[in-house]
Structure formats: structure tokens, C-alpha cells
Antibody, heavy 118, light 110 residues
Framework: QVQLQESGPGLVKPSETLSLTCAVSGYSISSGYYWGWIRQPPGKGLEWIGCIYHSGSTYYNPSLKSRVVISVDMSKNEFSLKLSSVTAADTAVYYC???????????WGQGTLVTVSS | QSVLTQPPSVSAAPGQTVTISCSGSSSNIGKNYVSWYKQLPGTAPKLLIFENSKRPSGLPDRFSVSKSGTSATLGITGLQTGDEADYYCGTWDSSLSFGVFGGGTKLTVL
């Protein structure tokens, strides 16, 4: 069973870059799957941010594409999210998740709350 | 607003049946598999249904899905208090190659 764990700062200043890492265990990223980031603002619904295929191909939400970079570190079996020029609207619980089929996220991390505030 | 449209809330009594709709377009639901997720307060979403109608092992057959054209519907029979949660539909949008979710539906078991 795949296990995922997000890590990173819980507080980011406006205009700065939000950086999160997702450590994967139970499966080698290099073996396959899509690896995604999803966020949920407090009291609101899920928003898909983007994903990366094990080959390195990336896909991003068009509304966030200019600010997002998702990358993989095979040596550490983890993948990362960078979201630049953040504002208060980027305050959310950020989840990392695995997608074995290309269409659904079967395993999720517990989520990490990131607050954007000065 | 979300690319996929769900009713904000539904409710029914224990033992009853409830349906949750998810409406999209020809570039997402009309072309790709739909998945459904259940989210309890303060926890991560959990995959409920994948590839339109498949259930992960261990999920009871009280949960079913139908899909027609650009819409999908999740049905839950024999409602239990443990079914009370937020439910989200999700799929892939082929127009610009990105993932999409519905706005979520809060299920209340009266």
C-alpha cells in the first residue's frame, strides 16, 4: 500500500513561494503512477493543482499554471510542489496523492495546512 | 466555481436511498472515467469509486454509480450514520489536460 506524507512550512508570506514535499513509501515513484497535488481552502471544496508522471511529464491546472512547478526526486522517492507569488487565496490544506490509473487518486497524504499571511 | 457541478447538499433518513449528481461536459465526463471520493471532517478524501463504477476492495455494494453522456450519479442505499460526509466527483478534462473536481455535496443522514 502506498503511503504519502506532506511536509513544508505552515506559514508563508504574501508574494513568496510556497514549497511542499511529499515523501512516498510502499512504492517506488520510478516504477510508475501519476503523483498529484490537490488543495482545499478552509470550508471549501477540492481544487486540483497538478500532477507529474513518473517519466517526468507534468500537467497543471490552467488557472495556476503560470505559478506552479511540480518535480520529482527519484533518489529520495519524493515529489514536490512550488507555488510562487502566493496570496491569501492560496491558504488551504494541501494534499499529495497517488494515481495508479490516470483517472483517480487512490492514496492520499493526511494533508498539511499552509497559511499565507504576513 | 467548479468545472463539475454537484448539489451543495442532500439528506435522507437512515435506511433510505440517496443520489448525488455530477454534471460536466463533453471534454471531461463525456470523454473520461469518473471517480468519487468521500471526505469526513478533518480528514483526507478517500477513493470510493473509480473508472466510473469500480469499487475498491472492501467497499460495500450499497454504493453504485451510473453515467450517461456528460453526467454521473452516485447512489447510496441503506443509508447509515457513517455515510454522513462530503462527497466529491472527479475526472480528467481533455480540453487542456487537467484534473477537475466537483464542488462537493454534503450528505446528511437525518
Amino acid at each position: 500500500q502506498v503511503q504519502l506524507q506532506e511536509s513544508g512550512p505552515g506559514l508563508v508570506k504574501p508574494s513568496e513561494t510556497l514549497s511542499l514535499t511529499c515523501a512516498v513509501s510502499g512504492y517506488s515513484i520510478s516504477s510508475g503512477y501519476y503523483w498529484g497535488w490537490i488543495r482545499q481552502p478552509p470550508g471549501k471544496g477540492l481544487e486540483w493543482i497538478g500532477c507529474i508522471y513518473h517519466s517526468g511529464s507534468t500537467y497543471y491546472n490552467p488557472s495556476l499554471k503560470s505559478r506552479v512547478v511540480i518535480s520529482v526526486d527519484m533518489s529520495k522517492n519524493e515529489f514536490s510542489l512550488k507555488l510562487s507569488s502566493v496570496t491569501a487565496a492560496d491558504t488551504a490544506v494541501y494534499y499529495c496523492a497517488s494515481d495508479s490509473s490516470g483517472y483517480s487518486y487512490d492514496f492520499w497524504g493526511q494533508g498539511t495546512l499552509v497559511t499565507v499571511s504576513s | 466555481q467548479s468545472v463539475l457541478t454537484q448539489p451543495p447538499s442532500v439528506s435522507a433518513a437512515p435506511g433510505q436511498t440517496v443520489t448525488i449528481s455530477c454534471s460536466g461536459s463533453s471534454s471531461n465526463i463525456g470523454k473520461n472515467y469518473v471517480s468519487w471520493y468521500k471526505q469526513l471532517p478533518g480528514t483526507a478524501p478517500k477513493l470510493l469509486i473509480f473508472e466510473n463504477s469500480k469499487r475498491p476492495s472492501g467497499l460495500p455494494d450499497r454504493f453504485s454509480v451510473s453515467k450517461s453522456g456528460t453526467s454521473a450519479t452516485l447512489g447510496i442505499t441503506g443509508l447509515q450514520t457513517g455515510d454522513e460526509a462530503d462527497y466529491y466527483c472527479g475526472t480528467w478534462d481533455s480540453s487542456l489536460s487537467f484534473g477537475v473536481f466537483g464542488g462537493g455535496t454534503k450528505l446528511t443522514v437525518l
